[in-house]
């Protein structure tokens, strides 16, 4: 079956400017991540759905992040005002989170962002 | 210090060798354990996956784990110049809301030919 998707792959904005990214998760799959990875650095925890309830928004890193999945399925994550430290790879993830064999995460693509 | 630490590497291994990857975690409680592969620009994609004490193999991949000396390590045999990748160690710590993943900053390994 078809895997995690993200779009924009690339994206390339101004400073100041908003960007809205998207997220579609394996059908199916309960849970939601999103992490940023920076250049050289392991992936690092950005919020959390459980289907549409928001359960760990505790990485984001500022109040410019917001993210939302209001039916359970697709996420956007949005940045507000972005800076130039917001430039990273912006990854989804999904899992079926029902026991321990579904606790493995599947990740998107990613989102390229780089803010000048 | 950090919650997962790995080796940044490089780690060059000959085309044929084993390579050795090692991982530690903070988190005595943690009990899920993952090694993610990671090519250049590309996203993470799991290789093993183990929770429970000694080894566990998979093809050319074996991963070790030691709860009481809280590591975790990835041994690679019959390395190939495909093996070259960054390795992310990852883990599901106890205190953690859901399921969400705290990784290591990642081992790049390159094997040469």
């Known amino acids: 079956g078809a895997g995690v998707s993200q779009s924009p792959r690339y994206k390339v904005a101004k400073r100041g400017q908003d960007v809205a990214l998207r997220c579609d998760p394996i059908?199916?799959?309960?849970?939601l991540f999103w992490y940023q990875q920076a250049l050289g650095q392991g992936p690092e925890f950005l919020t959390y759905?459980?289907?549409?309830?928001?359960?760990?928004k505790s990485g984001l890193p500022s109040d410019r992040f917001f993210a939302e999945r209001p039916e359970g399925s697709v996420s956007t994550l949005k940045i507000q005002r972005t800076q130039q430290e917001d430039s990273a790879v912006y990854l989804c993830?999904?899992?079926?989170?029902?026991?321990?064999?579904?606790?493995?995460?599947?990740f998107g693509p990613g989102t390229r962002l780089l803010v000048l | 210090q950090k919650e997962v630490e790995q080796n940044s590497g490089p780690l060059s291994v000959p085309e044929g060798a084993i390579a050795s990857l090692n991982c530690t975690y903070s988190?005595?409680?943690?009990?899920?354990f993952f090694w993610y592969r990671q090519y250049s620009g590309k996203s993470p994609e799991l290789i093993m996956s183990i929770y429970s004490n000694g080894d566990k193999e998979d093809g050319r991949f074996t991963a070790q784990l030691n709860k009481a000396s809280q590591y975790v390590s990835l041994l690679i045999r019959d390395s190939q110049p495909s093996d070259s990748a960054t390795y992310l160690c990852a883990v599901i710590m106890i205190k953690a809301a859901g399921n969400k993943l705290t990784f290591g900053g990642g081992t790049r390994v390159l094997v040469k030919p």
């Open positions: 059908s199916g799959h309960v849970s």
């Open positions: 993830a999904s899992s079926l989170a029902l026991d321990r064999a579904g606790e493995t995460q599947y």
């Open positions: 988190d005595r409680g943690s009990q899920s």
């Open positions: 759905f459980q289907n549409e309830a928001q359960l760990d």
